[in-house]
Structure formats: structure tokens, C-alpha cells
């Protein structure tokens, strides 16, 4: 079945970096979209940043210029590059992986989610 398994969450103050990893199992990651979707208390989950498997990426307008996606096929992750992070970056930040191979909406598997809290 597939597996996604984030890490790399936690508390940073403002203005700080953090770099998230998402590792998949289970799937043919390479023919796979991979998103990045986070969730603060009381909105709707939104899209963050999304990777196709040809490389072409889409982010939420509020973290252009600030976060950056990647995959690595051989390693069968994901990552999110986050710098000047901001209070309201503070959101659980979930992995999707998309068969479908889209470029915003989010594909059937998720994982458990990471928490990012942006505070001094």
C-alpha cells in the first residue's frame, strides 16, 4: 500500500527556515505528482506547492518567492524548502501524492501530517 511519511516540522521563529521530507513507499514515485498541503486551526486545507513528474511546479501565491519544492526519484522524496517563514505559515503540512499527475488538485493519498509552528 502506499506510504507517505513526512518529516522535518517543528517550532522556528520568524524570518527562519525549515526544510520538510516527505519519503514514499509503495507507489511508482517517479510517474507521481507530489504536493506539499497544509491545514491551520479552523481553515481549509490548501494547497502549498505541487511537483509533477516532469518537473513543473505551482505554488500558493502567499509562499512564492519564499518556499521551493523538489523531488529526488532515486530517493523517493519530496521536499519543501521553506524560508522567511511567517507566523501564518503555522499549519500542519501534509504530503499528497497524485497518480493523476496534476498540477493542483490533490491526489488520493495523503500522510499523517506535520506540524509547523512559526512564533517567537
Known amino acids: 500500500q502506499v506510504q507517505l511519511v513526512e518529516s522535518g516540522g517543528g517550532l522556528v521563529q520568524p524570518g527562519g527556515s525549515l526544510r520538510l521530507s516527505c519519503a514514499a513507499s509503495g507507489l511508482i514515485f517517479r510517474l507521481y505528482a507530489m504536493g506539499w498541503y497544509r491545514q491551520a486551526p479552523g481553515k481549509q486545507r490548501e494547497l502549498v506547492a505541487k511537483?509533477?513528474?516532469?518537473?513543473?511546479?505551482n505554488y500558493a501565491d502567499s509562499v512564492k518567492g519564499r518556499f521551493t519544492i523538489s523531488r529526488d526519484n532515486a530517493k523517493n522524496t519530496v521536499y519543501l524548502q521553506m524560508n522567511s517563514l511567517k507566523p501564518e505559515d503555522t499549519a500542519v503540512y501534509y504530503c499528497?501524492?497524485?497518480?493523476?499527475?496534476?498540477?493542483?488538485?490533490?491526489?488520493?493519498?495523503w500522510g499523517q501530517g506535520t506540524q509547523v509552528t512559526v512564533s517567537s
Open positions: 511537483i509533477t513528474s516532469g518537473g513543473v511546479t
Open positions: 499528497n501524492a497524485d497518480a493523476l499527475n496534476r498540477v493542483s488538485v490533490p491526489g488520493a493519498y
